[in-house]
């Protein structure tokens, strides 16, 4: 049953509401479970190698599995040399992580973009103090919104100690 494993996959699984796991290995050349264990860990898995003869132990080159330590120890003790590789699923979760955490720091870069063009174009239409201001008070609060916003679009916010803080560095 054991000879000829040469790819094997290593997971685990839950089952009655996710209380209780088992460990199972596949041959990827024959397509089929060739190993089955009550719970998980470093511990089961080797009892899995400790079943094999050190020719069948030899012949396996690769390991696949998802990034668990336990399965790394394990075929670093039994298997130094075999090739460790992440399952296909795992590696598209990954990508597909990492691709959102970009997508949302381009987001929020392109928000934040939005946001400064908005207010440049907004202190560019206020009145400037050339004109007579119809309102005193509406004038004088409408120019100093103007001055936070350009330090905002230049990337300066007041820090907690009154000190102006650049939030592009």
């Not at 460790?84 to 949302?104: A, E, G, N, P, W």
Request: aromatic share 8%; glycine share 6%.
């Amino acid at each position: 049953m054991f000879d000829g494993l040469t790819a094997i996959g290593v997971d685990e699984t839950s089952y009655r509401k996710g209380r209780t796991y088992i460990t199972v290995v596949v041959d990827h050349k024959r397509k089929r479970v060739v190993w089955a264990h009550d719970r998980y860990g470093k511990e089961v898995l080797d009892l899995f190698f400790r079943q094999l003869t050190d020719e069948q132990r030899a012949s396996i080159k690769a390991v696949t599995g998802d990034g668990a330590k336990w399965i790394d120890a394990s075929v670093k003790e039994h298997r130094p040399n075999a090739e460790r590789v992440l399952d296909s699923l795992h590696i598209v979760s990954c990508m597909t992580y990492t691709l959102d955490q970009v997508r949302k720091r381009l987001w929020n870069q392109a928000r934040r973009d939005n946001l400064i063009a908005m207010i440049k174009l907004r202190c560019s239409s206020l009145p400037t103090q050339q004109h007579p201001p119809s309102n005193p008070r509406k004038q004088q609060k409408a120019h100093t919104s103007c001055s936070y916003a350009r330090r905002i679009s230049i990337g300066l916010l007041p820090g907690s100690s009154g000190e102006e803080t650049n939030i592009f560095e």
